[in-house]
T-cell receptor
């Protein structure tokens, strides 16, 4: 799986959009970009994934650059409950690779 | 009900005791995993199973065993618990046929004293 680089931490004001960047300059053509988050001591939670096109679901939007070397997760209206560690992962899907590798992620703190 | 249910949520046990952590899922996924999480070390894979008759060691399987009793059930056992197995344990599932990532349980916080 390609390596990803994320900022260590970021703050966001409640009600504002949170834009979380991720660099994946070595991504392969068949690798997807996945985002997960982990709220303190809870199980990681799948947020969204994409291959080339921008994606949106009820939780977030994912913007992938045209060269696919970076992406941005957007939480449109951050709430205090969005405070969590956010992980960007790139991997082939479907995959026989059993191991899901989370890096250090970005610790997002949403402030009132 | 949660898609992936882990029991117990919290457990304190003594060194040398055998303990079982249980995981059940209603996702209908064929693949199940056990991970442990320690502060600063991220998630580490203990065992995984791609179907009922398939069991595979992960990166830190020593001191652990698993049983896939059915497609929906995957249990993790610590044969003789030791203090450095104190950690947060997560069960997860995935479906090879879809792209929709992994589904994790809420975790079991295990303390070995």
């Amino acid at each position: 799986d390609a390596k990803t680089t994320q900022p260590t931490s970021m703050d966001c004001a409640e009600g504002r959009a949170a834009n979380l960047p991720c660099n994946h300059s070595t991504i392969s053509g068949n690798e997807y970009v996945y985002w997960y988050r982990q709220i303190h001591s809870q199980g990681p939670q799948y947020i969204i994934h994409g291959l080339k096109n921008n994606e949106t679901n009820e939780m977030a939007s994912l913007i992938i650059t045209e060269d696919r070397k970076s992406s941005t997760l957007i939480l449109p209206h951050a709430t205090l409950r969005d405070t969590a560690v956010y992980y960007c992962i790139v991997r082939v899907s479907p995959s026989n690779d059993y191991k899901l590798s989370f890096g250090a992620g970005t610790t997002v703190t949403v402030r009132a | 009900d949660a898609d992936v249910t882990q029991t117990p949520r919290n457990r304190i046990t003594k060194t040398g005791k055998r303990i079982m952590l249980e995981c059940s899922q209603t996702k209908g996924h064929d693949r199940m995993y056990w991970y442990r999480q320690d502060p600063g070390l991220g998630l580490r894979l203990i065992y995984y199973s791609f179907d009922v008759k398939d069991i595979n060691k992960g990166e830190i399987s020593d001191g652990y065993s698993v049983s896939r009793q059915a497609q929906a059930k995957f249990s993790l056992s610590l044969e003789s618990a030791i203090p450095n197995q104190t950690a947060l344990y997560f069960c997860a599932t995935s479906d090879f046929g879809t792209n929709y990532g992994y589904t994790f349980g809420s975790g079991t916080r295990l303390t070995v004293v």
